[in-house]
């Protein structure tokens, strides 16, 4: 998967945005928006600080690490995906809730923790206390139960991540670095 930065604009609050700061994209985005209390977003304002009655600006970011990230994947790339996809095994999928009895490890460690909890006890009461607590009725734990997926599960989520993933051109990468990348 490729990616490029892409062009980013920031307000000292910590909001940022990848469309540019003008009237015309703050009548279409925030003053337009019937969910939006403001509708009198300014050019470069930025509308996080809007929305507390503050007026802070947004400027271009420069910082490569608080730039937006486009991520992209080409012909070449979506076609290895796939095949990797295709090549892999089954997945682990949950099989719902089961209920069973703590194992002696699980009832040893919960008893240390117990233990650990019990201060300004004498060495004959804890050990009282340790034999008390190891000598009662286990707990009932819940674990989630995991199997392997079936074929038709499998085959599924394959069609769902192929239909969610559509590869780029070289012509479409041109025009989105074009109109998008921050170099």
Not at 35 to 59: I, R, T, W, Y
Not at 160 to 180: F, G
């Amino acid at each position: 998967m490729s990616s490029i930065f892409i062009k980013t604009w920031s307000c000292s609050c910590g909001y940022r945005q990848d469309c540019e700061p003008t009237q015309e994209n703050a009548d279409l985005h925030f003053n337009s928006d019937r969910n939006f209390p403001v509708n009198s977003l300014k050019a470069g304002e930025c509308p996080a600080c809007a929305l507390k009655g503050q007026h802070g600006m947004l400027d271009k970011e420069v910082d490569p690490a608080k730039k937006s990230k486009m991520s992209f994947m080409d012909v070449a790339e979506h076609a290895a995906f796939l095949a990797a996809l295709e090549a892999d095994g089954p997945h682990q999928v949950s099989d719902g809730a089961e209920e069973r009895d703590e194992t002696p490890v699980e009832i040893s460690r919960r008893v240390d923790k117990e233990l650990e909890k019990l201060e300004g006890l004498s060495a004959s009461e804890k050990a009282k206390a340790r034999t008390d607590l190891l000598t009662g009725q286990p707990r009932k734990i819940q674990t989630n139960r995991m199997r392997d997926e079936f074929p038709h599960e499998r085959k599924l989520r394959i069609e769902r991540v192929k239909n969610e993933l559509s590869p780029l051109t070289a012509q479409q990468i041109a025009e989105l670095r074009a109109k998008h990348e921050d170099v």
